[in-house]
């Protein structure tokens, strides 16, 4: 297979990240997705809060899909198209409309599950720009956030929905 | 009662800035952490870094016979393996008293326990090297019970009871007329932060080595780090990375030491990532806690005596149990007046995970007894159980049951009134869509058994360290070309530290940009412990005095060289102006090429150890907060879902209503949990539910709207800038008041916290028929509850 080769153990691949075909070298077959992200390409965006798709600090979205990173095997994500938060994030220091009324509604505490719930709202908001509450609880229902009891993440959602796009 | 802003930035006008105390600053790292650029300490990466792995015992008690490293060292990519004799310095450490081995070597105490370190170039290269370390144990029957510990042999040369503190108040005899008494449990709850324990340890050329890690306080980390290693203190340096959330579980050490070591045996710089199972194993827990209680009053309902004793499961080692324990005594009785008290509150060793420092701690576990308390003297009494708490609720000027007097605001009768006057939700079961019952999705069961319960629950504790502790922070305020630095080693956690420092040096100092420098042991000293709900005031002092202590130099070398009086010179939008307008020049202008540079350290007001009768001034301060909590709950299945919770908190002054509000809405959260699904289940010393599978922590659907009915603002004396910390007060009383919800839906007892489905569905069910089992229809009402 021509996206995929192996010494011995180690495989070398390449995935489609954010639109750019990244190059992996050397990589033990069993590495997840959140691995290869975090440690071969430096995409540290998606987070490793329990590494078992509990919590949805590293989600994803790979063809379309909202995934966990962590319970992907990334030698079986060659081929498809892979999203992550950097690839929803402006160039430069800027925010998107989502990232914005993160910060501005006091959404951000210590800030680890933010960049999987923008991944997860992202989405959301995609599919269905005009969710209910309700909706958007049950959404975000898989990623766990520690600090802010999710109000003012429902604050920040009702901000991005009035700006009308995620 | 004040109303929150909490949709951005509020416009002002006059000399303060816009983002100044009061308004609501927008944190400084919001940025990069929407952007998923900031660095958690598990984001970092050096040049030739390794990976270390720590083995841990899956014993709770066991005799170590031998341990064989030859597997670990025979896998290619391993470099190092280290054990006990590997620690150069102290082979303990600990917060209070170095009483817990960096490394077991003899005698395994906990399941979880380290006694090895692997450093290997690859993270499952280490993980598997660990695994090949062959442990020969002698596996003992763990201690585990809390009370049978109490007539064992000790399992710790220093004992099994851990700290004990007894109150003795008026006179022990005394009893009213009306007396309840109860046996109340709490669970052992774990933090549960997001961002897992992580730290990158990078050896210096001159022999020492340089820590990047997640804690609460880089100073006594430094402390206890450099005994070990036997280092001088200035050859340990620990710089703060990103922490993913704290919540007392980062005060003790986790793997700093360990990694040290491994970065200075291979010469490496060497990173540690704990897995969720790791961490549930690496860090110390909310005490479990015993609690027996009887209290007696008038027939008026004035509380006359209140006897408790008060057993505290504080694990394996010491960690803050002694802290933790002063607490639960001292607030025993929750913030009612009592003239005679018996207290006695013992934080004991067992072989179960060691327990520390969790919100709100001390205080949350015998709030959760005390308020039951309350609820049981307000039904024997025939009272509303409001008025009952009105009529014994601490004012200024009334005794604590150590005798110390409130000196400062205690809002009590106000956080009480305002929360109980929140309307009620509009809401009912019959109307509310089946995701929002309780079970949500999952849900089975019929909607006509499901019940409605309120429940009200009012907390307090302490600000600050107590008992004669030295606490105090440090900051320093630099001023040069125009440009404000200001750095502290104070430990931004998420609750909004960084946010702070800002407002007060723009509001001070009349600017609008401020950079803070890093937070680290080099350079400056100690901030003292993110925790205890003390930065505000400390590092909130700090910062305060020393931007003062700029402005005041700046302003005289202006008037001296440019011959301006200095009584009218004011700073303003990064100039500085005379009252009269005739003098108006940046701040840049301003310094003429001078630096202004002030270091400042913040103390509290002096505390003193209690006596032989526990009565003493211990504390600093005390923030108070009323939790009242509505639910339904579905009484076959024995699911709870918290439909909201109302609060009024006694907050001193609001300094950033947003982060305000994260914290009263995030501590709420931790206090649901803890009422209806947070428990680490312990079989014989070990975790069974190491995982965000099975320990489960509220989700978006579990977590109810907070209605903040009141913010309490009467300016704290003593307070640098009028307010008092705030971040624990939430997590106090919202369990209580939830329990206390669900026993007025069910009409059961619940002594005990976390309410489990089996606690109120085996109680409700009536006994199981014999053949096909009965419909609902069919099954007893629940027991009608008192309202």
């Known amino acids: ?166 | 009662m004040t109303t929150l802003d909490t949709r951005g930035e509020t416009e002002t006008t006059g000399r303060s800035s816009r983002e100044g105390l009061g308004r609501n600053a927008r944190r400084p790292d919001g940025r990069p952490k929407a952007r998923g650029q900031f660095a958690f300490s598990s984001d970092l990466e050096a040049e030739g870094m390794l990976w270390g792995q720590l083995l841990r015992s899956p014993h709770a008690s066991a005799a170590i016979r031998r341990i064989d490293l030859s597997g670990a060292l025979r896998i290619p990519g391993v470099v190092a393996v280290l054990t006990a004799s590997d620690v150069p310095g102290r082979k303990t450490y600990g917060l209070d008293y170095p009483d817990q081995p960096v490394f077991a070597s003899e005698v395994v105490r906990y399941a979880g326990e380290p006694l090895a370190a692997v450093a290997a170039d690859h993270p499952v290269t280490a993980r598997l090297a660990a695994e090949a370390i062959v442990v020969d144990y002698e596996v003992h029957e763990p201690l585990v019970d809390p009370e049978a510990t109490l007539v064992a042999e000790p399992i710790h040369p220093l004992g099994n009871v851990l700290f004990r503190q007894v109150i003795r108040r008026g006179d022990p005899s005394a009893a009213g007329a009306v007396s309840v008494e109860g046996h109340y449990e709490t669970g052992m709850q774990d933090q549960a932060f997001m961002g897992p324990e992580s730290g990158l340890a990078v050896p210096a050329a001159d022999g020492g080595i340089d820590l990047y890690v997640a804690t609460q306080w880089l100073h006594v980390d430094q402390d206890q780090i450099a005994a070990c290693l036997d280092l001088p203190l200035d050859m340990v340096r620990v710089h703060l990375a990103g922490v993913g959330g704290a919540f007392g579980a980062r005060e003790d050490l986790s793997m700093q030491v360990q990694l040290c070591l491994l970065a200075l045996r291979t010469g490496r710089p060497v990173k540690i990532v704990y897995s969720r199972e790791e961490s549930f194993h690496g860090h110390v827990h909310r005490h479990p806690a015993r609690m027996w209680y009887r209290h007696t009053a008038d027939t008026d309902g004035h509380l006359v005596s209140v006897q408790a004793r008060i057993v505290f499961d504080g694990g394996a080692y010491l960690s803050s149990s002694p802290a933790v324990t002063l607490n639960a005594a001292c607030f025993a009785n929750g913030p009612y007046n009592v003239p005679n008290a018996f207290v006695e509150a013992t934080a004991v060793r067992t072989n179960n995970p060691p327990c520390g420092a969790m919100r709100g701690f001390g205080a949350v576990q015998v709030c959760f007894a005390h308020e039951a308390q309350m609820d049981k003297l307000a039904a024997a009494l025939e009272i509303d159980p409001i008025e009952l708490r009105l009529r014994n609720a601490y004012a200024t000027g009334d005794q604590l049951i150590i005798g110390q007097v409130l000196s400062g605001t205690a809002p009590v009768a106000e956080v009480i009134r305002a929360c109980a006057s929140a309307p009620l939700p509009p809401t009912t079961p019959d109307t509310l869509p089946e995701l929002a019952l309780p079970g949500g999705a999952g849900r089975t069961a019929e909607r006509a058994r499901v019940r409605r319960g309120v429940g009200f629950a009012v907390g307090f504790k302490n600000l600050m360290f107590s008992a004669g502790f030295d606490d105090y922070s440090t900051a320093r305020c630099r001023l040069e070309d125009g440009r404000v630095t200001i750095t502290s080693a104070a430990v931004e956690v998420g609750q909004g530290l960084v946010t702070l420092m800002q407002q007060i040096a723009r509001d001070v100092l009349g600017v609008d940009e401020v950079t803070l420098g890093e937070a680290a042991t080099v350079g400056i000293g100690s901030a003292g412990s993110t925790s205890a709900s003390r930065q505000s005031w400390m590092t909130g002092g700090a910062v305060n005095r020393a931007c003062q202590a700029v402005r005041e130099r700046l302003l005289s070398s202006v008037s001296q060289r440019f011959e301006v009086a200095r009584a009218g010179l004011e700073l303003v939008s990064g100039r500085v102006v005379s009252a009269d307008g005739s003098f108006d020049l940046t701040l840049s202008e301003a310094s003429a090429g001078e630096t202004f540079e002030e270091t400042a350290v913040f103390r509290h007001e002096g505390t003193a150890e209690l006596d032989e009768n526990g009565q003493g001034k211990a504390h600093v301060s005390f923030a108070f907060a009323a939790h009242r909590a509505v639910v339904d709950v579905d009484l076959d299945l024995g699911l709870v879902k918290v439909v909201e919770v109302a609060t009024a908190q006694d907050v001193g002054r609001v300094l950033n209503p947003v982060q305000l509000l994260g914290q009263l809405e995030g501590g709420i959260s931790q206090g649901v949990g803890f009422a209806v699904m947070e428990e680490i289940v312990l079989d014989k010393g070990i975790v069974r539910n190491p995982s965000f599978t099975d320990y489960i922590i509220p989700t978006a659907l579990d977590m109810p709207p907070v209605t903040v009915q009141a913010l309490i603002e009467q300016a704290e004396p003593g307070s640098p800038l009028g307010a008092k910390g705030a971040g624990e007060p939430p997590s106090i009383s919202s369990t209580a008041a939830v329990v206390a919800a669900i026993r007025n839906a069910t009409g059961l007892d619940l002594p005990r916290a976390p309410v489990r489905p089996q606690d109120i569905a085996l109680a409700l069910a009536e006994p199981r028929p014999q053949g096909p089992s009965g419909t609902s229809a069919t099954r007893p009402p629940a027991k009608e509850a008192t309202p």
């Open chain 1, 1 to 166: 297979m021509e996206q995929l080769s192996t010494d011995g153990a180690l495989l070398s691949y390449s995935l489609r990240v954010n639109g750019r075909e990244q190059a992996v070298h050397d990589a033990l077959l069993g590495e997840n997705l959140l691995y290869v992200l975090r440690e071969r390409l430096g995409l540290r965006g998606s987070k490793n809060a329990c590494e078992q798709g509990e919590c949805g600090a590293c989600s994803v979205i790979i063809d379309g899909r909202l995934e966990c990173a962590c319970t992907v095997l990334a030698a079986g994500a060659v081929g498809r198209e892979i999203v992550t938060v950097e690839g929803l994030t402006p160039e430069g220091d800027g925010l998107s409309d989502l990232q914005e009324a993160f910060v501005a509604a006091g959404a951000v505490q210590c800030g680890f599950c933010t960049p999987g719930l923008i991944v997860s709202l992202h989405d959301l908001l995609t599919r269905s720009p005009d969710p209910s509450e309700l909706e958007v609880r049950e959404a975000i229902s898989g990623n766990l956030c520690r600090c802010t009891g999710y109000g003012r993440i429902l604050e920040a959602v009702k901000a991005a929905q009035e700006k009308g796009r995620p």
